[in-house]
């Protein structure tokens, strides 16, 4: 590769990392780990323990109506001087009673991934996020998953991968 191939690679993964760091998303970040791989071997197999799940466990939509109450009401009246009298009532409005759909699947799709991705040997790992001091001049990018050091963090990727990265 020429030097400004390799230029160009270097400022496109810096510029990748950078936009990952920017994504809003829970941190610490939980991602399937294993050293010694390919990131695409990682890919292949989580996307085939997803499937073998959706096929094992398939979605299940129910439908659930939440509870629902009314509030008391209350009438409050005054008289002024002139003897004319004002009721005000409050309450008496409905409150919840939402109807909502959810996946009653969804954990157990989640364990069955688990297992698949253990079964091959991968690890469910949470890491903190790297910080813009962390990342800054360095170009990431790896032939196979490193072994992780203390102090470690993560980016996410542009598509959604995993970058682990090692303190320098």
Do not use: H, K
């Amino acid at each position: 590769m020429t030097a400004p191939a390799r230029l160009r690679l270097a400022a496109a993964g810096t510029a990748l990392l950078a936009l990952a760091a920017c994504m809003q998303e829970p941190w610490p970040l939980s991602a399937w780990y294993r050293a010694g791989i390919a990131p695409g071997v990682l890919d292949r197999a989580q996307t085939a323990c997803e499937v073998e799940a959706a096929q094992q466990v398939p979605v299940s939509t129910q439908i659930r109506t939440m509870p629902s109450y009314t509030t008391p009401t209350r009438t409050d009246c005054t008289s002024d001087d002139a003897g004319n009298t004002t009721c005000v009532t409050t309450g008496g409005e409905t409150r919840g009673g939402d109807v909502v759909s959810y996946d009653a699947n969804t954990e157990l799709r989640q364990r069955v991934i688990a297992q698949c991705m253990g079964a091959q040997g991968y690890s469910r790992i949470s890491l903190p996020r790297c910080t813009d001091d962390q990342l800054a001049g360095r170009s990431i990018g790896y032939q196979q998953i490193p072994d992780l050091s203390p102090g470690a963090c993560a980016a996410r990727a542009v598509g959604g991968g995993t970058i682990f990265v090692n303190p320098q």
